[in-house]
């Protein structure tokens, strides 16, 4: 497993049902994002920057997700 990603605190995603779940964890730096039913494989890692684009833009085309 990565190092790094067993020191970071992991939440379910709101959005995730049933057993298609993702978890996200962050930090100051990036976000990471990992499959729940797979949490020992690969973790997709996002500068925090670019993911503030990435939500802005999905609140801008469905609403306020909050």
Excluded at 10 to 32: K, P, Y
Excluded at 37 to 56: D, E, H, Y
């Amino acid at each position: 497993m990565l190092g790094f990603a067993t020191e970071l605190t992991w939440r379910t995603s709101s959005w995730s049902a049933g057993s298609n779940c993702v978890e996200v964890a962050g930090n100051n730096d990036a976000i990471f994002v990992r499959d729940t039913k797979r949490r020992t494989q690969a973790v997709l890692s996002f500068p925090s920057s670019a993911w503030k684009i990435f939500v802005g833009s999905v609140q801008a085309s469905i609403g306020d997700c909050s």
